[in-house]
């Protein structure tokens, strides 16, 4: 397979989907965290909110500034987050090593308070989005670039992004969710021909679903 089908051969030899561009860190997120079932609270609440900071931009670029992030938003605890002032919006508009986007900021903050309330509503965050997940039949039979590029969203991404909107949440339009919904491993999109694909399929196998 070549480029033009959605893989790319690394250095090492290895097949790969084609997005990371043989980036030493975008490889090492594509191997060892894309796609990977996500059942902890604080990095599903981390990996839905940069989803909505890398609308407009490049996911790199969120990825990058990660660690920066986490400083900021104290690691993700949206216990803690969704305390937040408006000092603190002002505080971070100032820290240059994160996006300093005025409504990405305030939406994380409105989305923690959001998150505590669908934490009492179903147990945890986990088992809220997990109960989601596209059965077999919702899904493709093959998993390749004809079709990502087909379907930046699906209809579950409509219908979780439609739930968490009437929820009051923002910055979860059903682009940014199935782009979260693919991070956290509720879909495994590695490109068939891809070397990890298997190896997340597997991971997703022998995932515990949270209830």
Known sequence: MSEKDGIITGPDGVGRCFWHG????YI???DHEWGRPVADDRRLFEKICLEGFQSGLSWLTILRKRENFREAFAGFDFERVAEFTGADV????????????RGKIVSTIN?????????????????????????????????DLAHLRANPT???SARISKELKKR?????????????MQAMG???????????????????AGFRRPV
């Open 168 to 180: 009051g949440w923002s910055f979860v339009g059903p682009t940014t969710v199935y782009a979260f």
């Open 28 to 30: 090492h997120y594509h």
């Open 22 to 25: 043989n980036l030493p860190d």
């Open 90 to 101: 002002e505080s971070l508009l100032g820290n240059a090593g994160i996006v300093r986007h």
């Open 111 to 143: 989305n923690a308070r959001r998150a505590r309330e669908l934490v009492d509503e179903a147990g945890s965050l986990a088992a809220w989005f997990w109960k989601f997940e596209p059965a077999p039949e919702e899904r493709p039979a093959i998993v």
């Open 154 to 156: 699906t209809a579950v």
């Open 186 to 204: 509720m879909v495994n999109d590695h490109i068939e021909g891809c070397a990890c694909r298997a190896g997340v399929e597997a991971a997703r």
